[in-house]
């Protein structure tokens, strides 16, 4: 089955820096996009930063445009997220993301997240 593990959060300082990964399995990983998503207590989950197959082509939100960067090792199955100049409004969970997509729709598959704090 569909698998997405997330590790690498924790309590930073304002400024700091922290690196999340994604360990996935269950499928042909390589060939699918990924994302980092977050949702923070009481706000709607917002997606962060995606990466397509291959690694070539990015996107962040303009709130971490700068700050993060995704990043991808197909031989490993594992994607990335580096964040550096940590503020406190990057507290919230970090979900990883991938999407089965059809015509008819597309399916969601989630990590169970990973906790990030910026203290102030």
């Known amino acids: 089955q569909v698998q997405l593990v997330e590790s690498g959060g924790g309590l930073v300082q304002p400024g700091g820096s922290l690196r999340l990964s994604c360990a996935a399995s269950?499928?042909?990983?390589?060939?699918?996009?990924m994302n980092w998503y977050r949702q923070a207590p009481g706000k709607e989950r917002e997606l962060v930063a995606s990466?397509?197959?291959?690694?070539?082509?990015?996107n962040y939100a303009d709130s971490v445009k700068g700050r993060f960067t995704i990043s991808r090792d197909d031989a490993k199955n594992t994607v990335y997220l580096q964040m550096n100049s940590l503020k406190p409004e990057d507290t919230a969970v970090y979900f990883c993301?991938?999407?089965?997509?059809?015509?008819?729709?597309?399916?969601?598959?989630w990590g169970q997240g990973t906790q990030v704090t910026v203290s102030s």
């Open positions: 990466i397509s197959s291959g690694g070539g082509f990015t």
């Open positions: 993301n991938t999407k089965f997509r059809s015509i008819y729709g597309s399916r969601d598959y």
């Open positions: 269950g499928f042909t990983f390589s060939i699918y996009a």
